[in-house]
């Protein structure tokens, strides 16, 4: 039990930064630098846990997935019916948006607790 709560406390950074590895990879072998920055944030947020760089990480994280939210809405409203392609769109894009929010806000209450604790 207590190895998996510990394993869950990583669980948001560990989601971003597969996602920014993801994001940033091009084949065969090449990394877009700026998110290979990005990643090394993170990697360095996951080992020492900071929680100013934690906030800022949360916080930025949560606002551009709520931007991203507006970029869905607007592709979406784009359908002039709601075919197969539109519900695709719309379950894919909630179901990830919905777990980049929860990642998000779980990043943001994990260091303001830490925070509260000190």
Do not use: D, H
Not at 20 to 43: A, D, E, K, M, W
Not at 68 to 89: D, H, I, P, V
């Amino acid at each position: 039990m207590k190895n998996s709560k510990r394993i869950l406390t990583y669980l948001p950074e560990s989601y971003f930064l597969v996602l920014v590895l993801i994001s940033g990879y091009t084949p065969p072998f090449s990394f877009n630098p700026f998110l290979l920055g990005v990643s090394i944030v993170i990697i360095l947020q996951i080992l020492f846990q900071n929680r100013i760089t934690g906030l800022i990480i949360g916080f930025g994280l949560l606002s551009i997935t709520l931007y991203m939210f507006g970029a869905l809405m607007s592709e979406f409203s784009e359908f002039t019916e709601f075919n197969q392609q539109a519900q695709k769109l719309l379950f894919v894009g909630m179901s990830i948006w919905t777990i980049t929010m929860l990642a998000a806000v779980s990043l943001i209450f994990k260091y303001l607790k830490k925070i509260s604790n000190t």
